[in-house]
T-cell receptor, first 114, second 113 residues
């Protein structure tokens, strides 16, 4: 049981390049989330999904797109990377029911945009 | 509005108790969480408390909740060097279908041997 995995672990992009970050979970969770972590700002929600085929905007969605074609995968895309998108990106998943609904996090992807 | 605040840094000596504080603004929050992030790793859930509780104890961890003041604290007894990490508090506002969490800025705990 791998939990939540993210690929790649590190990436350096030039301004204007595009890339896709992949998140996979093997816990049969309904909900999945993408966060970015910046110094002194905690984690901010970019986009989330409450089920296969659904996506919704979070707190800071501009410049990102997402897709949830399969229940176990949640992709985060940057169409035209900007230096302001330099950050550590975390994916998380949760069961989605009422109650505590603990979110389980991946190890993160460190992205640098030059 | 939704905002969760924490102090940025705490330094303690090994064996002492650590107290990490958090304030939140959404009184509708049903659950409040403490997550731990070790260097280069993702966040790991440490503990949580339901909003109708005042205190929860789990081995070396004690969570205190003052709902009137919207204040949450995490006490770590007998702090060890392995406890050095960033600690995030998070609230889960009531309502909506997202179960989204609002995270604080994180407190870096440095444990001196």
């Amino acid at each position: 049981n791998a939990g939540v995995t993210q690929t790649p672990k590190f990436r350096v992009l030039k301004t204007g390049q595009s890339m896709t970050l992949l998140c996979a979970q093997d816990m049969n969770h309904e909900y999945m989330y993408w966060y970015r972590q910046d110094p002194g700002m905690g984690l901010r929600l970019i986009h989330y999904s409450v089920g296969e085929g659904t996506t919704a905007k979070g707190e800071v969605p501009d410049g990102y797109n997402v897709s949830r074609l399969k229940k176990q995968n949640f992709l985060l895309g940057l169409e035209s990377a900007a230096p302001s998108q330099t950050s550590v990106y975390f994916c998380a998943s949760s069961y989605g029911g009422i109650g505590t609904d603990t979110q389980y996090f991946g190890p993160g992807t460190r992205l640098t945009v030059l | 509005g939704e905002d969760v605040e924490q102090s940025l840094f705490l330094s303690v000596r090994e064996g002492d108790s650590s107290v990490i504080n958090c304030t939140y603004t959404d009184s509708s929050s049903t659950y409040l969480y403490w997550y731990k992030q070790e260097p280069g790793a993702g966040l790991q859930l440490l503990t949580y408390i339901f909003s109708n509780m005042d205190m929860k104890q789990d081995q070396r961890l004690t969570v205190l909740l003052n709902k009137k003041d919207k204040h949450l604290s995490l006490r770590i007894a007998d702090t060890q060097t392995g406890d050095s990490a960033i600690y995030f508090c998070a609230e889960k506002p009531n309502g909506g279908a997202t179960n989204k969490l609002i995270f604080g800025t994180g407190t870096l705990l440095a444990v001196q041997p």
